[in-house]
């Protein structure tokens, strides 16, 4: 089973911010998907295949990255971006996903 | 408009059963892989397992294989989750997700609203 972490646990950042969520796995996987999941709702598609943004995405959202290691960044924090972000890998079974960051606003 | 309801979840006791449903609509069920995830309260989410967009093919999580099933009804455009001999680590809000793909890569796309489940005595 592939293990995904995620750092950091919980940030803060002030409007404005260039904010960076990462996760590692722990075998390479070929892609990463991310979810954005607010207080009480169900989690939303965000980016998938590790930069595609999902549809109503933000632009000043990205994603990067390759074999073990990935990453989700805001190039300019805004209060609607509160939220938890997980990741996700398809690569093998079983489906794994990350622990998740909670991004917070200052 | 993609939509996935889910039903069926309640409060159980330890060692258990309890069947969700999941009805869909707003698109060509039969053509989609489904799958089941769940979240513990405050926790992350764990995949439970997936099924084929015929039916014939099911892959599951270490955890729960053995003691849950997830099977379709493609006429009915309807995803079940039979769940057996439950622990109460299962409390979870169990969700309904569509599995797609766009250009070699897959990804979970559509999530339910999810449904509650309690395993206590």
């Known amino acids: 089973e592939i293990v995904l972490t995620q750092s950091p646990t919980t940030m803060a950042a002030s409007p404005g911010e260039k904010v960076t969520l990462n996760c590692l796995a722990s075998s390479s996987v070929s892609y990463m998907n991310w979810y954005q999941q607010k207080s009480g709702a169900s989690p939303k598609l965000w980016i998938y295949g590790t930069s595609n943004l999902a549809s109503g995405v933000p632009n000043r959202f990205s994603g990067s990255g390759s074999g073990t290691s990935y990453s989700l960044t805001i190039s300019s924090m805004e209060a609607e971006d509160v939220a938890t972000y997980y990741c996700l890998q398809l690569s093998s079974y079983p489906l794994t996903f990350g622990s998740g960051t909670k991004l917070e606003i200052k | 408009e993609v939509q996935l309801v889910e039903s069926g979840g309640g409060l159980v006791q330890p060692g258990g059963s309890l069947k969700l449903s999941c009805v869909a609509s707003?698109?060509?069920?039969?053509?989609?892989?489904m799958n089941w995830v769940r979240q513990a309260p405050g926790k992350t989410m764990e995949w439970i397992g997936d099924i084929k967009p015929d039916g014939s093919n099911t892959n599951y999580a270490p955890s729960v294989k053995n003691r849950f099933t997830i099977s379709r009804d493609n006429a009915k455009s309807i995803l079940y989750l039979q769940m057996s001999n439950m622990r109460s680590d299962y409390t979870a809000t169990y969700y309904c997700?569509?599995?797609?793909?766009?250009?070699?890569?897959?990804?979970?796309?559509?999530w339910g609203q999810g449904v509650m489940v309690t395993v206590s005595s």
């Open positions: 997700v569509r599995g797609a793909s766009y250009y070699g890569y897959n990804y979970l796309d559509y």
């Open positions: 707003g698109f060509t069920f039969r053509d989609y892989w």
